[in-house]
């Protein structure tokens, strides 16, 4: 038994180093409860009540803050709620978390409660519950990991055909299963499409169900992320809100499902649309795991809880605790029309501006003079680049940067070599035509093959290469997912299997160069998932690099994911009025910096700015990274914006502040839209410096004032033209 857990927990990227102790810690947040059976699992907030009804089954009877603990559940409604593992059987009326077919036909799933136990998991208590099927071999185990300083939990679940001849062939299998009081709720989530991605939304859930999902492995529509509050407490800055995500990089769906009367259940898993699984004898099936949390201070409170978690338990352990560099990536430059000499040559400018990574994109590899050719055969184009890669890399490294490459490896053009040799290699259905975006077509990374020719040929370019960086690119979503060579019962586990694989070249390149950073793009924020975020270090947050647009976009990816994740550059994009590169810079900082202009056609001026920008950027840089963000001002509200990161100890903090409208000072408008900018997150009792780091000095910021004024009385807002910013750095003084 003891082995079987290691391995689970391998599937899992929990890692081999995880242990199962015999006796756990004082702390421990699982505890067991009597009269009826259950468990109490607590976080620092929030409570989790299960308990096991007179017929075997185990029931969500409370989920919510933790003063409600001691809720024994036994309130008619409760009794009757959902399943904690609903499945398809009995009465209608719930959303199943299993849907199986045993080899007699039989759909109907009854389980029962077999028994309970407390392991460690990464140094984590977790539950494991264990519930089997009454008549037929099939065993479910679920698992709630509790992390209770983030008052969040991890909830996945394990299906086991415990039989010796028939497979059980599994339609459906979430991960996880949350059962809210009944209320009338708001469900807050993003939507939106390529180049406008993470656009805020919000709906009361009326009865009936709300689906949040993927069909084609793009999350431009709806990523997995939500965030539930009472419609009476929308208005205030606290108050009960209950939030998650799903951490899986494939199809994915949450529901949201409301009867007339009665609790709110939120479930969460795999999209098995078009999809199945064939459980053969003794085998187990996986899920990814559902993070879900509660906080009785609101929605702010909801994704700092979440980026704590995602800074300090999710993102590879390798580069966790490192300063993303300053990068510069040569794709606005050149495009495709890359050389030695001209990479170098912009390597030597990005040098004397202060940046530490430079990045050459996508054009370096043989049959890349555009986007009609070449993907598939990564290996380097002699034309363009006669010795290799290694005499630039050098020089970028004499220089003092690091240095990083774009690939894009799941993807391959038929204008390839590889497509030419091997045609099969791609997903598609014969007789039906293939859809190419970009001239691009989809590996059937499910195939062995096809991994193993990835991993060679991506571990080759490591290997032989100094490279410190992998932008890892994905363009396009997923079209005719046919497998003609595979037996037909796998045919339809291909995006399962696709997804699986991913993980597993990622790691396995990890693994093998541990020094290599990685960066998830998806033609920007087309995966933006923790699947993704717990093998890679930070994510391209959209192709849209136009200041203003991304001032929006920015905002709105902070409610999902910490700013240590999210990459923004500098470029000479421009969808709406020109701005300033001082804005755009301004803009960029924070998060994650970058630039992409061409360096060659900056003039004197423009270079000077752009060193003391990086110098700033590298001063409030562990702010940014791994301060608390509290977003002050949302430009969805209002033709501004504001943003204030604060250190652990409060004792410094940066502000950006953006204007994007002009108003009369003192009009109607002016006076409607608050001319005070109020901070949060200081200390009250501390005073503070404001410094002033525009070049604007006319802005005047130099003075002292008390955490308790910054927050209650607030500043005057120090902005007034139109596509202005200002970086406020606030230090305590004794």
Not at 264 to 269: D, F, H, N, P, V
Not at 383 to 408: R, S, T
Not at 698 to 725: C, E, H
Request: aromatic fraction near 10%.
């Amino acid at each position: 038994m003891k082995k079987w857990l290691i391995a689970v927990c391998c599937l899992l990227n929990i890692g081999s180093h995880s242990s199962i102790l015999a006796q756990e810690p004082n702390s421990n947040p699982i505890n067991p409860t009597t009269s009826p059976e259950g468990w109490l699992i607590k976080t620092s907030q929030s409570a989790l009540r299960l308990m096991v009804d007179d017929k075997g089954t185990v029931k969500p009877v409370y989920y919510g803050p933790i003063q409600m603990a001691s809720f024994q559940g036994n309130n008619e409604q409760w009794q009757s709620a959902t399943d904690e593992v609903p499945v398809r059987g009995g009465f209608a009326g719930k959303t199943p978390m299993l849907e199986v077919v045993f080899k007699d036909g039989v759909r109907d799933v009854e389980l029962e409660f077999v028994k309970a136990e407390t392991i460690i998991l990464e140094q984590r208590h977790t539950l494991k519950l264990v519930q089997k099927d009454r008549h037929y071999p099939l065993q479910v185990e679920t698992f709630i990991r509790v992390l209770p300083e983030f008052d969040i939990l991890e909830k996945w679940a394990v299906i086991t055909n415990t039989g010796k001849k028939d497979n059980i062939h599994i339609e459906n299998l979430q991960s996880g299963n949350v059962v809210l009081p009944a209320d009338q709720y708001v469900l807050s989530h993003k939507a939106g499409e390529w180049g406008h991605e993470f656009q805020p939304q919000q709906t009361l859930l009326t009865p009936g169900i709300k689906t949040l999902k993927s069909d084609d492995f793009v999350a431009y529509a709806n990523p997995s992320w939500y965030m539930i509050q009472p419609e009476k407490n929308l208005d205030k800055q606290d108050g009960d809100t209950w939030y998650g995500c799903l951490a899986y990089s494939g199809n994915y769906r949450v529901d949201f499902n409301l009867p007339y009367n009665g609790n709110l259940q939120i479930t969460a898993g795999i999209n098995f649309w078009d999809s199945w699984w064939n459980l053969e004898p003794g085998k187990s099936l996986t899920t990814p795991k559902m993070v879900t949390g509660y906080t009785n201070k609101g929605a702010q409170a909801a994704s700092q809880n979440l980026h704590g978690y995602i800074n300090k338990a999710v993102l590879p352990a390798t580069h966790r605790n490192e300063m993303r560099p300053v990068l510069y990536n040569s794709w606005y430059a050149t495009e495709f029309s890359v050389s030695e000499e001209q990479q170098i040559k912009l390597a030597e400018i990005a040098k004397e501006t202060g940046v530490e990574l430079f990045v050459i994109d996508d054009g370096w590899f043989k049959g890349r003079v555009d986007d009609k050719g070449g993907l598939g055969d990564w290996e380097v184009d002699n034309n363009k680049f006669p010795a290799g890669l290694q005499p630039m890399i050098k020089k970028v490294n004499e220089l003092g940067m690091k240095f990083g490459i774009w690939v894009e490896p799941e993807m391959v053009n038929p204008n390839s070599d590889l497509f030419r040799k091997h045609p099969d290699w791609v997903l598609y259905f014969p007789n039906r035509k293939k859809n190419e975006m970009r001239s691009q077509l989809m590996l059937n990374l499910a195939r062995e093959d096809v991994y193993q020719y990835l991993l060679k040929s991506l571990d080759k370019l490591l290997s032989e290469n100094n490279i410190d960086f992998i932008k890892w690119d994905r363009n396009r979503g997923l079209t005719e997912p046919g497998w003609p060579s595979a037996p037909l019962e796998l045919q339809r586990e291909v995006r399962l299997r696709f997804t699986d694989n991913l993980y597993r070249l990622i790691d396995e390149l990890r693994k093998r160069h541990p020094k290599v950073w990685f960066e998830s793009c998806s033609g920007g924020g087309g995966r933006p998932d923790l699947g993704i975020l717990s093998r890679m270090d930070q994510v391209w947050t959209s192709d849209n690099t136009d200041p203003i647009d991304r001032t929006m976009i920015q905002y709105s990816y902070l409610d999902l994911l910490p700013a240590k994740t999210m990459v923004s550059w500098v470029t000479r994009e421009s969808f709406h009025q020109p701005t300033s590169l001082d804005f755009k810079f301004d803009v960029a900082m924070s998060g994650v910096l970058g630039i992409g202009n061409d360096l060659t056609k900056w003039t004197e001026e423009e270079k000077k700015l752009a060193r003391e920008k990086v110098s700033l950027y590298k001063r409030i840089r562990p702010l940014v990274q791994n301060g608390q963000v509290f977003k002050l001002i949302s430009p969805f509200l209002e033709n501004r914006s504001a943003l204030q990161y604060v250190a652990e100890d409060k004792n410094s903090a940066v502000v950006f502040c953006y204007q994007l409208a002009e108003y009369m000072r003192g009009g109607k408008t002016d006076r409607r839209k608050s001319s005070v900018l109020r901070l949060q997150g200081l200390d009250v009792n501390k005073k503070y410096t404001l410094e002033n780091t525009s070049a604007d000095k006319s802005i005047n910021t130099q003075q002292v004032y008390s955490g308790d004024f910054l927050m209650n009385v607030g500043i005057s807002w120090p902005l007034r033209t139109a596509n202005k910013s200002l970086v406020i750095i606030l230090t305590a003084i004794d």
